[in-house]
Structure formats: structure tokens, C-alpha cells
């Protein structure tokens, strides 16, 4: 199978057409007033605070600004400005610092030179903070994860990925920049390298080790079932670096599939409940 | 079939491409009933709805509470639809198998200005990749064609249409008009455009399709409901993903000069088909 960068290509209007009538549909039989998404200032929540005024209108669309000291940067705070005058969103800007440092201190075990730990913290706080506006303010929580991270396991059980609906899940992150610029979301951001921001210049592809450009087709390759030897092949890379992304992807499994529990009984929450998702 | 009518070679058909409330019969029979009144008023003989019409798509447990007998209390509310219309209709719906609480069919039903005239039960399944629906349902074994007044009506479920032979039975049992009737979502759409073309063409035969719309479960239903005539051009077609109706005549008359130019029901060999059956078996 070939695994040339073209095979990410899709037809961009489709897909907008697609994510903004699944929006607009789902705020739409939830009975909310519009959405809300944490606005971080890089592509993945730009795009999505994009689509979301493309399908609802930027007056129903509340990005919020969830700062805090260490990890604030001027570029970011003026990237989600950029995009709430660009699509006329609505926005908050919230400094999490003091909740932070309030829960840091309360924590017996807390521990400041627990880095990922502490990060984890950050993003479940600003998780925290989107659903609290949402239901203050009848609004759905839009997600705003990527398919790349999410296969990774790039991001915090509970934290980041949690949301009512996450329409650019099903793409890889070199996907959603092609969608960004399509739709309109300003060149500086489509380019930046992503961060969670969970600490200093923390930047995804450092942590990752491999660029999206390479990672997205050696995850496509794995989406469609080739072996780790056939895509190394066709990508000339080493077939441990494969290897190595496709037991990444299958150990974080248990962060994509959140209800667990031993099967006891009839029918069981989680495993053989199929039931319909009902909106909020 | 009432023996004082005749035969219509001519006819005009509506294809009711709707969305559906999933779960919630009484919302989607209010909504075929709009646009049976909607067929009447445009002079429809046959309006035709798509699969599992009557309850949505996307209702996995709910399925064992919403399944009906065929005949039973919906179609039998649909019949009476169908009674003071004048019209005939076609609708999907899970069945459950009369003599068995929890054995269900994914079905096609038809109806007419006498009342029920029959059911198809989907012969393929489609279990894999986001369908499962072979976790629920029995398959059918029989092809479907009814008689009717306006002509052999032949009958396909979305998934069959993969299956040629399905297709094929219900022609060389005569059907005319064959009907599918889908619940097809957005990433299969290049597919069905061109299998809706094949079926009619090598059928030799009119091919009326038509698809759910709207959005379950993140799944979003392509539309694109169409009437493909018998030389494989298509006559008439609903909008891209959104509700839609449109109609167009069916004119039988138009199948003899196709099947002289393009003669594969002539030309059918069944002997292989002894041959396709013994390798299917060895697959």
C-alpha cells in the first residue's frame, strides 16, 4: 500500500461540511445554547473554534483562555486573541494559577519535582474549569483531541481528551493543519509546533520523538492493518521505530476506553451495554 | 393484487429520503405520513422509504423493545396510510420473528391500496467495521418479488447490493423495478454510487435506492437517494446528506429496447453458477 503524504489528502470542503453539520446537529438535539472549548492558541483548538463558528456562529461559541504562570506564553495568548476577532468568538480568560497552587497545597503528597504528574493536574483542571462553564452556561464541551495524540496516548486520562464531542478525533494532526488553513485559521497557528503546555517548552514532537509528518503515515500504515516491516519498507525508516509507535499505540488503550469492570452479571456497563448515546 | 386492475407500465415513484428520531417510532411513523400525503399530492403511485425507517438506524439494544411483528401494529398503521392514499409504500423496520420473542429480521415491508402485500428480510448482514448487525439479526433466505399493480417489485437491502446475486434472483424472478432500501453512512458513498449503476445495468432493469440522512451516533447518512434506469443513467437524485424528496416516472417500456442492446439476461450461463457455488464453498 502506498504511504506517500498524499494519502492524508482529503477533499477539505467534505470534511468541513461533515464536522460542522455533526456540530451543529449535536448542539442541536442536546437543546444547548452553543459550545464551549478550552482556546490554547494552537491548531487543534483553533481548528475546532473555528468549525464550531462555521456551524453555529461565532456569538455561540465561548473559547476559553485557561492560563497559568508557568506555562503562559505571550505568542499563545495573542494567537487565541487572533482567532477570537478572526471568527468573532466569544471568549473568557481564566488564570488558573491561584487553584493550581490551592490544590498543590492541599495535597499531603504533592510533590513539585513531579513534573508529568503535576502537568496531568493542569490539564485536569482546565477540564474542570470547560465543563463548570458548560453546564453554568447550557454549553456542550468540544474536544478538541487529534487522531496522531490519541493513538499515542499523547494526553491526560481524564484531562484534556474529556468532552462531550471531539470532532477532529478521526484525524491524523498534519489532517487537521490541512483542514486549519482550508478553513480559514490563521497561518502562524496552523504552523507552530503543538504543546500541551503542561510545562515549560514542552513541545509534542521533542516528547514524541518523531514528527507528525513521518508519525501520521506510520499510524495510517497501522490504521489499516499493514505489518510494522511493510511500512517500514515504504517509509525507509527502521522497523523498531515502527514497532515502537505501534506499542505506544496499543498500551494506551485503556485512556481511549475509560469504563472497566469484571463481568459479573446479564449485561455489564461498558461491555455489552450497547445502547444509543443520548445527548446531554 | 385486486383482479379488476390492471398492470401499470407507467408510473411515477417518490423517493422519501428522511432522517429519523432514533428509538422513537411515533416521531418517524408522523414523518412517513408526511410525506406519503406529500407522494399523493404529486401524483406518486409508490413512495419508497429507507432503511429501518420506522425506528432509525443506530438503536443497538433497544432493538429487542422496538422490533414488531410483520404483520403488526405499524405496519398496520402504515397500511391504513397506504389504504387512503391509494399508494403503495415501502419502509424498513426490525421484525421479529413470529414464532420467537428474540430472533429479529433487519426487513423490508410493502403495502398497498388493499393492504400488506409482503416482506423481504436482508439476506447480508454487514458485521465489521462500525456495523454489527449480525449481533442482532437473522438473516433472510429468501430473494423477495411481489406482484403487484404496478408490476413485479423486487427488493434489496443496502448491504446485499454488494452481493450481485441477490439482485439477480429478484430479476430473473421478473421484477422490473428492484428496490433498495439503505442505511448507509458517509464513507461508503463512492461505492454505492457506482453499485446502484451496476445492479441496473446488468439487470437490464430500473433500480430505485434510497438511503437514510441525517446523523446517529456521529454516523452521517450520505443520502443521495436516486432512480437509476435500466440503461444505468441516472433519472432522478436526492441532495448529498440532508432530508429530501424527489420523484420520477417509471416507464417499463423503456427496459425492451435496453435489454435488445445490452441482452446479459439472454446471455446468463448457469452452469456457472454450479461452478461459483462449489468454489464459494471452498473459499
Known amino acids: ?31 444547548a445554547e452553543g459550545v464551549v472549548l478550552g482556546l490554547s492558541g494552537g491548531v487543534d483548538s483553533s481548528t475546532i473554534a473555528a468549525l464550531s463558528a462555521r456551524a453555529l456562529g461565532g456569538r455561540n461559541v465561548l473559547g476559553l483562555t485557561l492560563f497559568e504562570k508557568e506555562t503562559r506564553r505571550s505568542e499563545d ?6 482567532m477570537v476577532k478572526t471568527f468573532e468568538l466569544k471568549s473568557e480568560a481564566v488564570d488558573t494559577t491561584h487553584t493550581l497552587e490551592a490544590f498543590n497545597h492541599s495535597a499531603p503528597v504533592f510533590d513539585s519535582a513531579d513534573r508529568l504528574n503535576n502537568g496531568n493536574v493542569k490539564a485536569r483542571m482546565r477540564m474542570i474549569y470547560v465543563y463548570y462553564y458548560a453546564n453554568r452556561l447550557r454549553l456542550i464541551v468540544c474536544g478538541s483531541s487529534d487522531k496522531s495524540e490519541t493513538m499515542m496516548g499523547y494526553f491526560t486520562k481524564w484531562g484534556d481528551v474529556a468532552a462531550d464531542i471531539s470532532p477532529i478525533m478521526d484525524l491524523y494532526k498534519t489532517q487537521v493543519r490541512s483542514l486549519a488553513r482550508y478553513i480559514g485559521v490563521p497561518e502562524e497557528i496552523v504552523e507552530k509546533p503543538s504543546s500541551p503546555a503542561l510545562w515549560p517548552n514542552q513541545f509534542a514532537e521533542e516528547e514524541l520523538g518523531i514528527r507528525f509528518e513521518q508519525l501520521d503515515l506510520i499510524l495510517f500504515g497501522l490504521e489499516r492493518f499493514m505489518k510494522p516491516e511493510e511500512i517500514a519498507a515504504r517509509l525507509r525508516v527502521k522497523k523498531s521505530l515502527v514497532e515502537a509507535v505501534k506499542r505506544r499505540w496499543l498500551s494506551a488503550e485503556h485512556k481511549r476506553r475509560m469504563l472497566l469492570t469484571a463481568k459479573l452479571e446479564y449485561r455489564t456497563v461498558g461491555a455489552d451495554f450497547r445502547l444509543q448515546r443520548s445527548p446531554l | 393484487m385486486n383482479g379488476d386492475r390492471r398492470m401499470k ?14 428509538g422513537n417510532k411515533t416521531e418517524n411513523i408522523a414523518n412517513i405520513s408526511k410525506n406519503i400525503s406529500k407522494a399523493k399530492k404529486q401524483g406518486a403511485e409508490l413512495v419508497i422509504f429507507p432503511e429501518m425507517s420506522l425506528t432509525g438506524y443506530v438503536i443497538k439494544d433497544e432493538v429487542y423493545d422496538l422490533a414488531e411483528r410483520i404483520p403488526g401494529p405499524s405496519t398496520k398503521i402504515i397500511e391504513d396510510l397506504a389504504k387512503k392514499n391509494d399508494m403503495h409504500i415501502i419502509f424498513g423496520m426490525p421484525e421479529r420473528s413470529p414464532d420467537t420473542e428474540a430472533t429479529l429480521h433487519n426487513s423490508a415491508v410493502l403495502v398497498g391500496p388493499d393492504g400488506y402485500i409482503g416482506k423481504y428480510r436482508k439476506m447480508y448482514l454487514p458485521t465489521h467495521s462500525i456495523f454489527e448487525e449480525k449481533r442482532y439479526f437473522r438473516p433472510g433466505y429468501e430473494a423477495a418479488v411481489f406482484d403487484t399493480d404496478l408490476g413485479k417489485l423486487g427488493f434489496i437491502i443496502c448491504y446485499d447490493i454488494y452481493f450481485p ?28 454510487e457506482i453499485l446502484t449503476l451496476a445492479r441496473a445495468i446488468e439487470n437490464t432493469a430500473y433500480f430505485a435506492y434510497v438511503n437514510l440522512a441525517g446523523i446517529e451516533d456521529g454516523l452521517q447518512f450520505w443520502g443521495g437517494s436516486r432512480l437509476v434506469g435500466p440503461s444505468g443513467r441516472v433519472l432522478v437524485q436526492a441532495k448529498y446528506d440532508v432530508d429530501d424528496f424527489v420523484t420520477h416516472e417509471v416507464d417499463y417500456s423503456d427496459i425492451r429496447p435496453i435489454e435488445a442492446f445490452l441482452p446479459t439476461l439472454r446471455d446468463l450461463r448457469p452452469e456457472l453458477f454450479d461452478q461459483l457455488k462449489h468454489d464459494a464453498e471452498q473459499l
Open chain 2, 9 to 22: 407500465e407507467r408510473f411515477k415513484i417518490a423517493l422519501a429520503q428522511i432522517s429519523c428520531r432514533q
Open chain 2, 165 to 192: 446475486e441477490v439482485t439477480r434472483l429478484t430479476r430473473l424472478k421478473g421484477a422490473k423495478l428492484i428496490v433498495c432500501i439503505s442505511a448507509s453512512p458517509g464513507v461508503r458513498r463512492s461505492y454505492f
Open chain 1, 77 to 82: 495568548v495573542l494567537h487565541a486573541e487572533l
Open chain 1, 1 to 31: 500500500m502506498n504511504l506517500s503524504a498524499d494519502v492524508l489528502d482529503l477533499d477539505w470542503a467534505e470534511v468541513d461540511q461533515r464536522l460542522c453539520r455533526f456540530i451543529k446537529d449535536y448542539v442541536n438535539r442536546a437543546g
